[in-house]
């Protein structure tokens, strides 16, 4: 399977809407792993908002270890993983307001991004970086 290079990945992460899946690690030891939205900053740090109370914002707490894939659902399938640490940066609804509504504009479109970011940054919200520590991109998978 080809590897992407890093400016592959950083196109494919921002490609359209795909999600990501995030795996974090519940308190058993189990994995949890749910569908998020998210950016990438400046610096390739993976961004994304969630309720304080939920099951990710707990284990990023209790372990922020964290791995997160997106891949596309088309012929010749192309994916990227990438292993890392949260960070909770922010639980400040003003804060957080910028990039959810970046965030929202991705996944909403412009016109709803404005309606969307308000309600992903409101009070209980949380902004989440990433900060890759071990990239792998592979793609056209199914290709000869």
């Given at each position: 399977?080809?590897?992407m290079?890093?400016?592959?990945?950083?196109?494919?992460?921002?490609?359209?809407?795909?999600?990501?899946?995030?795996?974090?690690?519940?308190?058993?030891?189990?994995?949890?792993?749910?569908?998020?939205?998210?950016?990438?900053?400046?610096?390739?740090?993976?961004?994304?908002?969630?309720?304080e109370?939920?099951?990710?914002?707990?284990n990023?707490?209790?372990?922020?270890?964290?791995?997160?894939?997106?891949?596309?659902?088309?012929?010749?399938?192309?994916?990227?993983?990438?292993?890392g640490?949260?960070?909770?940066?922010?639980?400040?609804?003003?804060?957080?307001?910028?990039?959810?509504?970046?965030?929202?504009?991705?996944y909403m479109?412009?016109?709803?991004?404005?309606?969307?970011?308000?309600?992903?940054?409101?009070?209980?919200?949380l902004l989440i970086?990433?900060?890759?520590?071990?990239?792998?991109?592979q793609?056209?998978?199914?290709?000869?």
């Amino acid at each position: 399977m080809p590897e992407m290079t890093k400016v592959e990945i950083r196109s494919f992460l921002l490609q359209g809407t795909f999600t990501g899946k995030l795996g974090t690690i519940n308190k058993n030891g189990t994995p949890h792993v749910v569908p998020i939205w998210f950016i990438l900053d400046n610096k390739n740090n993976i961004l994304f908002t969630t309720g304080e109370t939920s099951v990710k914002a707990k284990n990023i707490r209790r372990d922020n270890r964290v791995r997160l894939c997106v891949d596309d659902q088309v012929p010749l399938f192309s994916f990227v993983t990438i292993d890392g640490i949260a960070e909770i940066i922010s639980n400040k609804p003003t804060e957080i307001y910028k990039w959810a509504k970046i965030i929202a504009a991705r996944y909403m479109g412009n016109e709803k991004a404005e309606e969307y970011g308000k309600r992903n940054s409101s009070e209980g919200e949380l902004l989440i970086k990433i900060k890759p520590t071990k990239v792998i991109g592979q793609k056209d998978i199914a290709g000869w």
